[in-house]
């Protein structure tokens, strides 16, 4: 009786499985600096990142609908972006009148937007990208090996450790709670009660989860002490990268330079 | 005139893949005490869950005559009294009073009605003294006690528990056999503590890798010592 869909990790023998988790891990992140440095507007360019990303998840096996269907978790973000439609000064479109509002799109905002959009888009994809073909602890050690800090490694690494064991806590309560969620044997009484009732007792749980889980790190902080931690994280040393995985490094950093470099040039 | 608990091959299967329960069947006769054994991971748990339709699987599921399914939910759920392993998932609510009563409130009972139902349960686990205490600081066995009051307060005519004595001292394990002994209701309980199945249940049912592997009296079943050994199971002393 577990949780199983937070694991986004996806069993695979393809090439992108392959790969070292260091080289994956800094192309992601490259990846994704270089587009979100790609100026607005540059179409093309992001046409060549989207195949770029849409190819690996091709060789990756995962297949494409799978990774559109995880992409759509970019969508809230994008409505981050929304006010750009009508804050970008430029062309205007057209007027909306909401009373003493009057709201205009224009052009440069509709441009400013669908770049965004895209952008978060093709980003979230290179991330679902890694996380399927990586597992979890492997990203972690590539982390430590590119020198993010120990101490943060540490804590995303027990966060996601124990997500899953207070997930399968909440989903235990909420099992609970439905088993004595129940109609009366006359008829005639509504069944539920009054939403105050009811939000009460979903305040109690989370509360109830609230204080499980300060209880539960106490103890595993304990359980650490008495293996003899003294705050510093130490973990075994990681192999060298062997040429191929500096060949890998140097193909895909260099495309998105290149890429990078072509944005200017055609932005200008 | 029904029987409490009617199960005809009933198969389910986690998401993953795991396959928990196969061809399972199995009747409960009104007021029959029965024991549900075998080692971890057998499926017992998977099982109880079916009792009250929160996992729902192929085969059929009939709960005092009516069969377990999206329309007899609410009823079922009031005529199974489900007891999990840990109080701490059971007891949700801050007080223990809030949590005896909620199975009664969600039915939408009069507050009169409820009132009287927490009274009775928690006086029929000699717990009346702790309606304003907080759940969270009780005792194991305090704790187990209130769970099963609130279900009690449900008035249900079977009583599921799971690992009832895991964890309790010797008196508190002590204490609950006595209240599950006088406890006038269909029981179904899954279990590891054998010295409890020999004393409180005439029958015990043996689950393993999702079979009903044995069925029958346990006084005759206990005896069987290649039977136990096979399920991992121990003879009491």
Partial sequence: ?268 | MHHSIEIESLTFSYPDGHEALNDVSLVIKPCEKVALVGPNGAGKSTLILHLNGILSGSGSVRVCGMKVGKETLGRVRAMVGLVFQSPDDQLFSPRVYDDVAYGPLYQGLPLQTVQERVEESLAAVAMSDYSQRISHHLSMGEKKRIAIATVLSMKPEVLVLDEPTAGLDPRARRSLINLLHELPLTMLVSTHDMPLVKDLFPRMVILDQGRVVADGQTSILMEDKELLDAHGLERPF
């Fill in chain 1, 1 to 268: 009786m577990h949780i199983h869909f937070l694991d986004p990790y996806q069993r695979g023998h393809s090439p992108v499985h392959r790969t070292d988790a260091r080289v994956k891990l800094v192309l992601s992140v490259a990846f994704i600096l270089t587009t979100a440095l790609i100026p607005i507007g540059v179409w093309p360019i992001y046409v060549l990142l989207f195949a770029m990303v849409i190819s690996l998840v091709i060789l990756s096996g995962l297949g494409v609908g799978f990774v559109f269907k995880r992409a759509a978790l970019a969508f809230p973000f994008v409505l981050a972006a929304l006010p750009l439609l009508f804050t970008t000064p430029g062309l205007q479109l057209f007027s909306l009148t909401l009373g003493t509002w009057e709201i205009t799109m224009t052009l440069p905002g509709v441009e400013r937007f669908f770049s965004i959009a895209l952008k978060s888009w093709i980003s979230v994809q290179a991330a679902i990208l890694l996380t399927a073909t990586t597992q979890f602890p492997d990203i972690l050690t590539a982390m430590r090996a590119v020198r993010v800090p120990r101490l943060l490694v540490a804590i995303i690494g027990l966060m996601w450790r124990y997500l899953f064991v207070l997930a399968d806590e909440a989903l235990r309560l909420i099992r609970a709670r439905s088993a004595r969620s129940g109609e009366a044997d006359v008829p005639g009484h509504r069944k539920g009660g009054r939403i105050s009732w009811r939000a009460q007792t979903a305040g109690g749980m989370a509360g109830n989860l609230f204080i499980r889980s300060i209880e539960r790190s106490e103890r595993i902080y304990v359980a650490m002490l008495s293996r003899g931690y003294d705050g510093e994280v130490r973990t075994m040393p990681h192999p060298k990268l062997e040429v191929s995985n500096w060949i890998e490094l140097i193909i895909g950093g260099g495309i998105l330079i290149l890429l990078l470099v072509l944005s200017l040039l055609i932005w200008e």
